[in-house]
């Protein structure tokens, strides 16, 4: 049975680097041909796709967010991890990893097999 569980503050002040780094286990991040997203939830709206790194480590963002989000993985530690620079209170929300088969930039729940359990991440001074 495969489990992600996410990790990070909860609190970063705008301006700053949200750092939040997603634990696999009962598998591998190598893996083919499994995709490693992030999806996170807004207070009050709906999930929004931000990125994915492929079992290759190719990496996919959306296109919003790509110039302040990067995704990076440790494969030994079995994590994927992300950053999104120059935060600022619309960067509040509850984030989430998730897995699929195909790449996949649509939140959707059903498309993902494994999610984590989210983390809520606060940006305020």
């Known amino acids: 049975q495969v489990q992600l569980q996410e990790s990070g503050p909860g609190l970063v002040k705008p301006s700053q680097t949200l750092s939040l780094t997603c634990t696999v286990s009962?598998?591998?991040?190598?893996?083919?041909?499994?995709?490693w997203s992030w999806i996170r939830q807004p207070p009050g709206k709906g999930l929004e796709w931000m990125g994915a790194?492929?079992?290759?480590?190719?990496?996919y963002y959306r296109p919003s967010l790509k110039s302040r989000t990067s995704i990076s993985r440790d494969t030994s530690k079995k994590q994927f991890t992300l950053q999104v620079s120059s935060v600022t209170p619309e960067d509040t929300a509850v984030y989430y990893c998730?897995?699929?088969?195909?790449?996949?930039?649509?939140?959707?729940?059903?498309?993902?097999?494994?999610w984590g359990q989210g983390i809520q991440v606060t940006v305020s001074s």
């Open positions: 790194i492929a079992y290759s480590g190719s990496t």
């Open positions: 998730a897995r699929s088969r195909e790449l996949k930039s649509d939140p959707e729940p059903s498309l993902y097999d494994y």
């Open positions: 009962g598998g591998s991040i190598t893996t083919f041909p499994y995709y």
